[in-house]
């Protein structure tokens, strides 16, 4: 009796949670949505649209927008972008993988990831493993980032439960609520400004990029690597000839030294309405000119 109780009591909640999250958390609309469009990215016929599938974290949530990417490359480009926030390569290498699974075929992928986020050995405990991840991913992520049974344990409930997978977002709500400036407190603690990258960065990026190169021309897409603001002039240096390593384009459609703060949210990291303006145009003269079609296929240009 005890157990059926128990049996009962879990699955009363995981009902009573999984319906208003899936209807009121604009995260977990905005990424499903952009989930199941981008599964019907294909390979374009001559005269189509490119199909270019963009990812990346609240670096490109904020500073992409995305209505004005598309006008700006209408006719070029068919743009399936899947944005969250607070991921990095781990997260992107296995949504990638669970994607083109699923059947998703687009001819480009451009992962847009600063070059702290491509060596870091982290992967969201939200979102990401309800939405992006299968149970067979989180167990092989986990083996990648050497975690422990706890650690792995907590992802696998992550991905089979909704009420497990938000349980810290909804925290975070209601202290939101309940507490004054709290959203203050949460971006001191993580705001974090790009730093010298570590010498051994350039061999784990290289190291990185080879498999996320090898995983997308699997496929028959094309890999860009996207590299948005901000970010230091040694990062990005060192970030393009780890690519350069292993045949992957890296783009910068703008030179983080010329953007002034006031282009910036007051966390200094994100980028600002005005400043999202001026990266998202500099992205729609740039990434096209990346994408060469003939005959009615689309290609890098050469090196």
């Not at 094309?222 to 970030?239: F, M, W, Y």
């Not at 780890?242 to 949210?265: F, H, M, N, R, W």
Request: glycine content about 6%; some cysteine; hydrophobic content about 40%.
């Amino acid at each position: 009796m005890l157990a059926g109780f128990c049996v009962l009591f879990i699955t009363s909640i995981e009902i009573a949670f999984s319906h208003p999250v899936k209807h009121y958390s604009v995260t977990y609309q905005r990424v499903s949505q952009q989930y199941a469009e981008a599964l019907r990215a294909r390979p374009s016929k001559a005269g189509e649209p490119v199909s270019v599938l963009m990812v990346g974290n609240s670096l490109l949530l904020d500073g992409v927008d995305v209505p004005r990417l598309q006008a700006l490359t209408s006719g070029r480009m068919r743009i399936y972008p899947i944005f969250l926030e607070f991921t990095t390569y781990y997260d992107w290498l296995y949504a990638l993988r669970r994607l083109f699974r699923q059947g998703a075929r687009p001819q480009f992928v451009v992962v847009g990831l600063g070059p702290d986020s491509v060596i870091e050995d982290t992967v969201r405990t939200e979102y990401s493993p309800i939405l992006l991840f299968d149970a067979d991913d989180v167990l092989q992520v986990s083996s990648d980032l050497r975690l422990d049974r706890t650690a792995t344990m907590n992802l696998l409930l992550a991905h089979w439960s909704t009420f497990w997978d938000m349980r810290t977002v909804v925290r975070a709500q209601i202290l939101r609520r309940i507490v004054p400036n709290a959203e203050d407190l949460f971006e001191v603690v993580r705001r974090k400004r790009p730093v010298t990258p570590a010498p051994d960065a350039e061999p784990m990026a290289t190291s990185r990029l080879r498999i996320l190169r090898g995983l997308v021309e699997r496929y028959g897409a094309r890999l860009i690597l996207l590299i948005p603001p901000p970010t230091s002039d040694s990062g990005v240096r060192q970030t393009t000839r780890a690519a350069s390593k292993v045949g992957v384009d890296t783009l910068v459609p703008i030179d983080p030294e010329t953007l002034s703060p006031s282009l910036y949210q007051p966390d200094a990291i994100h980028l600002n309405s005005q400043g999202a303006t001026r990266f998202t145009s500099a992205l729609g003269e740039n990434l096209p000119k990346r994408i060469i079609t003939r005959g009615g296929v689309a290609t890098l240009p050469p090196d």
